[in-house]
């Protein structure tokens, strides 16, 4: 029964690996496709490679998602096997929900939400004042940085090429757009991967399969990686209309300017923080910040709204599925 569910466990967590990336293309190559700096398939494979690249180059954040959502201490290897179920079930039938609707919902609350609510079906014990401080502050600000930061950023560029010509200041951001792409895109496998490697990570240790000194095995890191470049490539592109034309058309500058700024933050978040935070609500913070520049009405409202409603949702209701499928399975517990 126990290697079973590890076995179920571990491919779950890669499938919401890979939900997750082609959930979350866009985060990386809307801007770059809806300017036309890029082409959609060439956007796609290189926001794939560089996933697969950011999600080897740390493991801190899945650290946090290890450690620092529930403590599965004091449960039997089963029961905290079937917690780690449940939360995958609630994380990736969100996902799949949001991606029905080409809603850029974000996979990381998501995951956490999932793990809360079955954790607590599960009667795991949860840390609220280690959870504010390293997931729900870091989460709450990160989109309000990224639209205070690309709106300033935006301004600044504006009055700096203010009497230069629009076609030739088009044409050096299309390009540079590429370079800003790729980061961003390196942001999220940074940011992302990491949260599916935690997942793994902590059912590999409930079943004493690995030391906690040892770290998280090379094969963790490079399946991970692996699941979330093949669903990047894979595409999302219901989502990509969403980030790229429905909230506001972009010009290659202001593209430039979003995908810029939201990879700065999630390279802080991941690197000095060690913060999980939303690759999705980073970089549409970012882009309404640069649409806000060009007046008010050219963000359409009504559109962030909807955005706005799915964010709100998709921790409650996330881990009101993992609760459900965690209680239903926990008489297997024994």
């Avoid at 956007?43 to 794939?48: E, K, L, Q, T």
């Avoid at 205070?148 to 009497?163: D, G, I, P, T």
């Avoid at 793994?200 to 409930?206: E, F, I, R, S």
Wanted: glycine share 10%.
């Amino acid at each position: 029964m126990e290697f079973a569910l590890l076995v179920v466990v571990v491919a779950l967590a890669l499938a919401f690996a890979g939900t997750n990336g082609f959930l979350d293309a866009a985060n990386a190559v809307a801007t770059s496709v809806s300017t036309r700096a890029l082409t959609p398939r060439i956007a796609v494979a290189m926001a794939a490679v560089m996933n697969f690249v950011g999600a080897l180059l740390g493991t801190a954040v899945a650290e946090t998602i290890a450690t620092s959502i529930v403590n599965l201490d004091g449960e039997g290897p089963v029961q905290a096997l079937i917690v780690l179920l449940g939360a995958l079930v609630g994380a990736i039938a969100w996902n799949l929900l949001a991606w029905s609707f080409g809603m850029p919902s974000s996979s990381t609350h998501s995951l956490i939400g999932g793990l809360l609510g079955a954790g607590l079906a599960g009667g795991a014990t949860v840390d609220g004042g280690e959870i504010v401080d390293k997931v729900v502050l870091p989460m709450l600000v990160s989109p309000v940085v990224g639209f205070a930061l690309a709106f300033v950023l935006m301004v600044a560029l504006l009055w700096a090429f203010r009497n230069a010509a629009p076609a030739r200041v088009n044409r050096r951001f299309r390009i540079a757009q590429t370079a800003s792409a790729a980061a961003m895109a390196l942001g999220h496998g940074l940011q992302a991967a990491q949260k599916t490697m935690g997942v793994v990570w902590l059912a590999l240790l409930t079943v004493g399969a690995v030391a906690a000194d040892a770290g998280i095995p090379w094969w963790v890191k490079i399946s991970a990686a692996a699941a979330m470049a093949a669903g990047t490539y894979a595409g999302g592109w219901r989502i990509v209309r969403t980030l790229g034309r429905r909230i506001i058309e972009l010009d290659p500058a202001r593209g430039f300017v979003a995908e810029t700024v939201a990879s700065l933050v999630l390279y802080a978040n991941a690197i000095v923080l060690y913060a999980p935070v939303s690759t999705t609500h980073t970089i549409t913070s970012a882009i309404v910040g640069v649409g806000a520049t060009r007046r008010m009405s050219a963000v359409r409202w009504g559109v962030a709204r909807s955005i706005a409603v799915f964010w709100v949702l998709t921790a409650p209701a996330a881990a009101a599925v993992a609760a459900v499928v965690t209680l239903l399975l926990l008489p297997l517990a024994g």
